[in-house]
């Protein structure tokens, strides 16, 4: 089993910055790729980014260039940095962690005031 605790939700004015954090632990041998996804209230839950276990990412289209996700190894930790939000960046984002099974965190809230 894999355990995922995010922190780093909030708050902020259109224009600003977060940086949500997810800490794994547990059978952490056993990850390939972790992500965040996000869903906003009457959506689908849609991925925003992904980084494998060779350092690879990927990014949805609608945050290119303003999310960055990324990772330190050494606290089994993947980080969400998220610049130049939008209010239609809010909604709760949810870290997974994938291979052979998928895990999921609590959820973190991200609103953007405009």
């Known amino acids: 089993q894999v355990q995922l605790v995010e922190s780093g939700g909030g708050l902020v004015q259109a224009g600003g910055s977060l940086r949500l954090s997810c800490a794994a632990s547990?059978?952490?041998?056993?990850?390939?790729?972790m992500g965040w996804y996000r869903q906003a209230p009457g959506k689908r839950r849609e991925l925003v980014a992904v980084i494998t276990s060779l350092g690879s990412t990927n990014y949805a289209d609608s945050v290119k260039g303003r999310f960055t996700i990324s990772r330190d190894n050494a606290k089994n930790t993947v980080y969400l940095q998220m610049n130049s939000l939008k209010p239609e960046d809010t909604a709760v984002y949810y870290c997974?962690?994938?291979?052979?099974?998928?895990?999921w965190g609590q959820g973190t809230q991200v609103t953007v005031s405009s």
């Open positions: 997974n962690a994938r291979g052979g099974s998928s895990w």
């Open positions: 547990g059978s952490i041998f056993s990850i390939n790729a």
